[in-house]
């Protein structure tokens, strides 16, 4: 009868076990199915404007323009992976070509943070952070056409000319001034 209950008890734990491990799996896909995503939306953003792209990533990453610009040449890395290579490096204490030499290895991103007990959410995060900004410095800049374009037609302050501020002598209310 022991026996019997200990199996029974085993059972449970192994099951119990067995699901634990699936939810995790489970987990672990949809984070790296979310990076996948996130890095393709960063390297669809970045075929629109290279420059507003690796601006933002040299302020989240705390990295010049100039060296992403050399590590994405020499790497052939896309913007996405860029991002992840640099995030992992940071938070491993590991180089950057170290990084980049391990995936290009035929490792993948999910593999490679394991080795340096990071989380694949932080990645996510790290990649969402990236997109979110680089729409944002986007918009500001559509929008700093637009007010450039709408200030005047013809490119001149709206307020000069007739009836305006100044006229060609200087003063106000069309050149009359005090008499």
């Not at 100039?66 to 590590?71: A, E, I, P, V």
């Amino acid at each position: 009868m022991a026996a019997r209950l200990l199996i029974v008890v085993w059972a449970l734990q192994l099951g119990l076990a067995s699901n634990l491990i699936l939810a995790q799996t489970n987990q672990q896909s949809r984070e790296l199915r979310e990076i996948r995503k996130q890095a393709a939306q960063l390297d669809k953003q970045a075929a629109q404007d290279q420059d507003i792209v690796f601006n933002s990533l040299s302020q989240q990453l705390n990295i010049p323009v100039d060296t992403l610009r050399s590590q994405k040449t020499s790497t052939k890395l896309g913007f996405g992976e860029l991002l992840i290579a640099n995030s992992i490096a940071n938070a491993s204490g590991k180089s950057f070509d170290e990084i980049a030499a391990a995936f290009q290895s035929g490792r993948g991103w999910g593999e490679i943070a394991r080795d340096y007990n990071l989380s694949l959410g932080k990645l996510v995060s790290d990649l969402k952070r990236a997109n979110k900004r680089i729409q944002e410095a986007r918009t500001e800049k559509i929008q700093a056409r637009e007010r450039n374009q709408s200030s005047s037609p013809s490119g001149q302050d709206a307020t000069r000319g007739r009836g305006g501020p100044s006229n060609a002598r200087g003063t106000p209310g069309g050149g009359r001034g005090k008499r």
